[in-house]
Structures are given as structure tokens and as C-alpha cells.
């Protein structure tokens, strides 16, 4: 098995934008986030044969709300996205998976018996809906031999905390776990652009200035009449993520926010560990759910089993989307860039880390159309 299932079908993008890279002396140990120029020359240089088709779908909507057991009444069927073409173009016909590669690491190196596998991720991006799926659907046979049925070996977060950047605290620090090395984070990764719409909604320890009017609010806008005395129109919006008293992080805006902690995870972190689309566990449930199983050392139930509530509970989360309303929202393309302003969705698009837009496929050329309308 390769270290991902899928590579992007942008071809040209990926060689654009790496023969940039090579011409302008930027190694890979450069996160190339402010390369929009790059961004742009390979956006204009996708043809239509390079676009998934219609023989790409390898999923259906329905299936997957039937194996689900919801009733598929008309009025639910209307809130589908207009096709599952309209899903592929968004996010390709098959999942992603980054780590793969390390999975065989992890296995040899940790006693079998020992074995966790554990969610971690940036708030609003699907922690709890991966960990109900693995709860549900993988156990280590090892360790319920060891401790029995209680104990399958799918945690509810990683040691140090699932949103936490802070990827190795000490032992004494990390909970209840003495070998954090134990534990097999399950990284997931949602699309910038609707992860930001979603923090609007819920901004759970993340702090910035902003009001309903104008959200995602990247940039100091006219309107903004506070921020505009205090940062200065044109000027990002700055974010603070409060974690614990102790570890209180600082960002250039909410893009910065998500180059920052999915930069660390993907690039920085040398253990193993598996990264995953958050749209693939509503679209790829099963297929992904098995391959990040398998890689812990784990065994599969006999049948599958999907989350159709939504898998936030508390007031905290109040508000927080089922499998229906997640497929309507993100199968949606035009919902993806709705909220967003002409200058924050520029800002966005000249900020956002390419190498993570590509390599998860959040690449889309649909930006460079509405920055031109």
C-alpha cells in the first residue's frame, strides 16, 4: 500500500507549481504558503480532459444513507448535492490517506496487545465522527484478549489532546498513557475553505475579532469600523487559539491557523501517524475507516457501521451537523465560497499553504473564476 489511495488528477498544477518551486530555489523544506503565483499560472493551465468525469463516481449518495438507515424520503433527497459529479469535482472520486507508509513502523515497534489508535485534529474538522466510526467499526483482537471486550484500543483522543498542536509533552503530562508512542494519532484534515466557515459558527478555544456581518473575516474590510482603527483596513485578522493557560498559540488570521497546524501534523511530524479527509469519512466512510484500522493492527466488525446523528453531543456543540446536513453542506460547490468576500477569498488564495492544497487535493480552479468575476 502506497502512502496515500488517491493522487490528485491535476497534473499540470502539481508540475506548474513544482517546476516554480525548483526555478525559484524554494526547497521542500519550505512551506510555500504567499506562492499565489504559482497557484494561478497552474489554475490556468488546467484543460477539461484533466477534470474527473462521470466514470470517476465511485460512491453513491444513496447507499450510503441507506446502509446508514435513514429513510430516503423526497424531501431528503432534495437536499442532496445536485450530483455526485458535483462531489468528485470537489474533492476527487477517491479518498486520501497520507502515512501509509509509517503503518508498518508502528506495528513493529509497539506490542500488539498494546496497540491504540486515537483521533486528533484542528476543532470543527470531524475528530468525534472518526472516533465513533473506529469505536463502531475496529478493535485491536489483542487487547481485548489481554483486557477484554471493554478495551478494543480506540481511544477518544490522543494523549496530549486531540486539538492540541503539541504533538510529544511528556509522559507526565499526557494523561494516563506512559507510552504516548502507544497511541496511533488519526490526523483529520478538512477543506480551509469550509473549516473556516465552520469556526464562524463554532470558534470553540480560537479568538479573533469578528461579528455575523463578516465571517470569515481574513482581511480588515471598509465596514469593519472597529478593526479598522485598531488593525488597519487591508491588514489580516490575527487569531489566538487558547488550548490551556499554558499553551496559548498566535496566528497571522484563521488561513495562518490552519497552515500552522496542518503544516506540523503533515510536515513536521516524524512519527507515525495517519492524516484523513474529513469529506472521505462522509463520502469514503468504509474504505477509509478499514485502511486506518489495518494500519493500527486492527480487525474490522463483521458489518459496517455508519453515524447518521451528529456525532458532537453537549451544549458546546450545539448546532453541529448530521451525515445528511454534512452531505448537503460539503457535497455542495457553491456553498464552499459563499460566505467569502472578493478580498478575503484573495487573501486566501495568496496565503493558503499550496503544498497542502494539493497534496489533499483542495486545489480548485473555481477561486481564479470568481476572483476574475
Not at 105 to 118: G, I, T
Not at 172 to 188: C, M, N, R, S, T
Request: glycine share 6%.
Amino acid at each position: 500500500m502506497t502512502d496515500e489511495l488517491f493522487v490528485s488528477p491535476h497534473s499540470l498544477f502539481q508540475h506548474h507549481y513544482y517546476e516554480y518551486k525548483n526555478n525559484s530555489g524554494i526547497t521542500d523544506n519550505h512551506r510555500a504558503h504567499n506562492v499565489a503565483g504559482a497557484i494561478r499560472t497552474a489554475q490556468k493551465t488546467k484543460t477539461k480532459t484533466e477534470t474527473e468525469t462521470k466514470t470517476d463516481v465511485t460512491f453513491s449518495i444513496s447507499d450510503i444513507l441507506h446502509k446508514a438507515g435513514v429513510d430516503l424520503t423526497p424531501e431528503i433527497q432534495s437536499k442532496f448535492p445536485s450530483s455526485e459529479e458535483d462531489v468528485v469535482r470537489l474533492y476527487g472520486s477517491k479518498p486520501i490517506i497520507k502515512g501509509l507508509s509509517r503503518c508498518a513502523a508502528f506495528r513493529d515497534s509497539v506490542p500488539a496487545n498494546s496497540r491504540m489508535l486515537a483521533p486528533a485534529g484542528m476543532f470543527n474538522t470531524g475528530t468525534n465522527l472518526v472516533n465513533q466510526l473506529l469505536r463502531e467499526n475496529c478493535y485491536i483482537p489483542e487487547r481485548i484478549e489481554k483486557l477484554g471486550k471493554e478495551s478494543p484500543g480506540m481511544r477518544r483522543q490522543v494523549p496530549w489532546g486531540k486539538h492540541s498542536p503539541e504533538f510529544k509533552l511528556k509522559a507526565a503530562e499526557a494523561g494516563d498513557i506512559k507510552h504516548q508512542d502507544y497511541v496511533l494519532p488519526v490526523v483529520v484534515i478538512k477543506d480551509p475553505y469550509t473549516w473556516m466557515t465552520s469556526m464562524c459558527r463554532h470558534s470553540y478555544s480560537a479568538n479573533w475579532r469578528h461579528s455575523p456581518n463578516h465571517c470569515p473575516n481574513l482581511v480588515v474590510l471598509d465596514k469593519d469600523a472597529i478593526l479598522k482603527k485598531t488593525i488597519g483596513e487591508g491588514n489580516p485578522v490575527p487569531v489566538n487559539v487558547h488550548y490551556t493557560d499554558d499553551n496559548i498559540t498566535h496566528h497571522e488570521s484563521l488561513v495562518g491557523l490552519w497552515n500552522d497546524y496542518y503544516s506540523g501534523w503533515y510536515m513536521d511530524a516524524s512519527f507515525p501517524r495517519v492524516i484523513v479527509r474529513f469529506e472521505d469519512l462522509l463520502f469514503h466512510a468504509e474504505e477509509v475507516i478499514t485502511e486506518v484500522c489495518h494500519c493500527g493492527g486492527g480487525e474490522m466488525t463483521e458489518n459496517f457501521t455508519y453515524i447518521a446523528e451528529s456525532a458532537k453531543t453537549g451544549d458546546v456543540h450545539a448546532g453541529a451537523l448530521g451525515l445528511i446536513q454534512s452531505i448537503s453542506r460539503y457535497g455542495n460547490s457553491t456553498l464552499r465560497f459563499e460566505p467569502y468576500t472578493h478580498d478575503d477569498l484573495e487573501y486566501a488564495t495568496n496565503e493558503l499553504d499550496v503544498d497542502l492544497l494539493i497534496d489533499f487535493r483542495y486545489d480548485d480552479d473555481e477561486v481564479e473564476n470568481i476572483l476574475q468575476q
